[in-house]
């Protein structure tokens, strides 16, 4: 028999639609449900007045970095000693907790745990803040820890000092119940993070090996947040948790030319040939990495919990990452996920109103992609420029930071997922790569597990409010923030350090009837006519299942048959039912 052209095209489309379908089931199994924290749990920390005082308090000290050299130290330091004064616990009567300050601003904390043979872990977070712009716009002055509507307003309520706050409530209700927690654990509140870290975090880190710590088990610092209704067709809680954080690159542009009047100009300026450098790497972003790194995890993750064709489509990122990606790419907060970003951040040029400019000076701001380097980056820009009047200099250049482990027998990521579906028990925790930097970069050398998560619920338009106007928090998450880091503690303690297995899921829930499938038909066909010649024909049907009473499973109805008629010639036709099942 000579196999036609359509025998092949049929073939291969009928092994791509088999592995589409296969992929997009597995894809498409759920998890197990956890137990929910409920506020009428015994050990759930409500937000009294008095929390909610330390909260609106901690949000009044304008502890405001802007430059290095340039810290409100004055509130930085009050704030410390409001923290030290309002948890007396932690500070004064708890004989299980010791705590310093280190390089006169920054706090850490030691609490011992019953079991010396558990590896600690660390809770990080920050006690400065961005300073406020435009302040007409705010709904409520920056620094009054006003409530409006549910909303307590300020700077810091949701970078980062909701967290500072959550973890000093949730380990003061610990020991207000003279509860020692069998792990250890270190808490280290940096206070200039906004401006690189290196007075703050860098000197906890030192000071936390002087104390004799070489590794840790697992640490949590501020990072992405849960997101609701930001993710195009996803309508759970998506609670991301920063396993990577991208790189950053900071180049400065510059092209010399000889001064002169402007009355005899030469035919280019300085400023227009690095108007031309910024605009080519502005038309040339660098290529989308889709498909390479941890993005393709987070949206694997996510295909539970999508449409049908989205669930296909999401599944075969191998097949469809060109049209992904362009669709990702239209979207600032998705395109920062997918690739390596360009941002012009400064540009000066020009001394006087007739003379031609000497010098023209831009600065790029790159984040970079954990699937790039540097150097490539680097590279790829000098290529895009391709003048050699514009001079490239390196003022910072940090390489992403390693990917931490995130499996289902990774302890820390599995006490933190546990920890958000106690919280959020419709969310679903995925892997993400935090598009800023933070304080870790100094932690990196104590752990391969450092997750950078905030628990703070942001909705539509409210990623703009980090560093932006009316930073806000609602008085509902600030308390679910406390709760997350009572019970990422407690939850620490539950197994050992390679499996968190001990976590009770919820009891088998009562089945549910309801289902939904996909079912996707493929063709193919063997015939003989006078008129077509032979070719194969085979019509297919793949089905993908989920009902919660019988898990999902795969089925493939296939048909052949034989049969014969006057304008098609013969063939051969026969119904076979196979099925694949997981309950
Ligand atoms: C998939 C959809 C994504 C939606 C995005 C949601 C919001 C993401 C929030 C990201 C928070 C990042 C926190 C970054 C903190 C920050 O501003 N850092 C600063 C300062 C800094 C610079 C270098 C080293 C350390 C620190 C920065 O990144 O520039």
């Known amino acids: 028999m000579i196999i036609s052209v359509t025998t092949v095209y049929g073939s291969v ?62 509130d930085i330091y009050n704030f410390g000693e409001y923290i030290i004064a309002s948890f007396p616990n932690i500070h004064h009567n708890s004989s ?20 010396p043979a558990l590896q600690p872990y660390l809770l990080m977070a920050h006690m400065d803040v961005v300073p406020v712009t435009n302040l007409d716009k705010w ?3 920056p620094f009054s820890g006003e409530i409006k509507d549910g909303f307590i307003y300020g700077r ?107 009355s005899i100009p030469p035919k280019e300026s300085s400023i227009g040939i690095l108007a031309q450098a910024v605009q080519r790497l502005e038309e040339n972003p660098h290529p989308s990495m889709l498909g390479y790194g941890i993005e393709t995890d987070m949206l694997e993750q996510l295909v539970p919990e999508m449409s049908y064709w989205r669930r296909l489509i999401i599944s075969n990122i191998w097949l469809f990452r060109y049209p992904l990606s362009w669709i990702m790419s239209r979207k600032p907060t998705t395109n920062a996920v997918v690739r390596t970003v360009t941002a012009v951040t400064m540009f000066n040029a020009g001394v006087k109103l007739n003379v031609i400019p000497p010098l023209a000076e831009a600065v790029v701001n790159h984040r970079i992609h954990p699937s790039q380097t540097c150097q490539e980056v680097i590279d790829y820009d000098r290529s895009v420029i391709n003048d050699d009047r514009v001079k490239i200099e390196v003022l910072t250049a940090m390489e992403p930071h390693p990917t931490s482990n995130y499996g289902d027998l990774d302890f820390g990521y599995q006490v933190l997922k546990t920890s958000v579906k106690q919280l959020w028990p419709k969310a679903t925790v995925v892997p993400a790569i935090l598009v800023g930097n933070t304080d870790t970069i100094f932690y990196l050398n104590f752990t391969k597990n450092v997750y950078r998560f905030s628990p703070t619920h942001m909705f539509p338009g409210d990623p703009e409010r980090f560093h932006g106007l009316n930073e806000r928090i609602s008085l509902k998450n600030y308390a679910q923030v406390i709760n997350f ?76 048959g034989l049969c014969e008629t006057e304008r098609m010639g013969s063939y051969f036709w ?10």
């Not at 929910?36 to 970095?65: G, N, V, W, Y």
């Not at 026969?574 to 309950?583: D, E, I, R, W, Y």
């Open 139 to 141: 709904d409520a002055p």
């Open 96 to 115: 299980i907790v010791t705590w310093e300050r280190v390089n006169n601003y920054s706090l850490l904390y030691h609490i011992q745990g019953s079991d």
């Open 13 to 74: 489309l009928l092994i791509l639609a088999v592995i589409m379908v296969i992929r997009t089931v597995h894809l498409s199994r759920r998890p197990p449900p956890t137990t929910e924290c409920k506020e009428t749990d015994s050990d759930f920390i409500p937000l009294t007045d008095i929390r909610l005082h330390h909260f609106q308090e901690a949000i009044k000290f304008e502890t405001i970095s802007r430059e290095s050299d340039d810290l409100n130290v004055e």
């Open 156 to 262: 810091g309520t949701i970078d980062d000092k909701q967290n500072v706050m959550g973890i000093l409530e949730a380990t003061e209700f610990l020991l207000s119940r003279n509860i020692q927690p069998n792990r250890s654990f270190y808490i280290a509140f940096g206070h200039d993070e906004e401006v690189k870290g290196t007075n703050g975090a860098g000197h906890l880190a030192r000071r936390l090996r002087e104390k004799g710590v070489e590794k840790l088990n697992f640490i949590v610092d501020e990072g992405m947040p849960v997101l609701e209704g930001i993710l195009d067709g996803v309508a759970v809680p998506v609670a991301s948790v920063g396993v990577s954080e991208k790189g950053q690159l900071i180049l400065k542009l510059s092209v010399e030319m000889p001064p002169g009047h402007s």
């Open 485 to 560: 880091f009572y019970h990422l503690i407690r939850n620490s303690d539950k197994a050992g350090s390679t499996s968190i297995c001990a976590l009770k899921p919820t009891q088998d829930e009562p089945a549910e009837r309801t289902g939904s499938y996909l079912w996707l038909p493929v063709g193919l066909g063997l015939c003989e006519t006078e008129r077509m010649g032979s070719c194969l024909w085979l019509p297919v049907g793949l089905g993908l299942c989920e009902t919660e009473r019988m898990g999902s499973y795969l089925w493939l109805p296939v048909g052949l």
């Open 574 to 583: 026969l119904p076979v039912g196979l099925g694949l099942s997981k309950t």
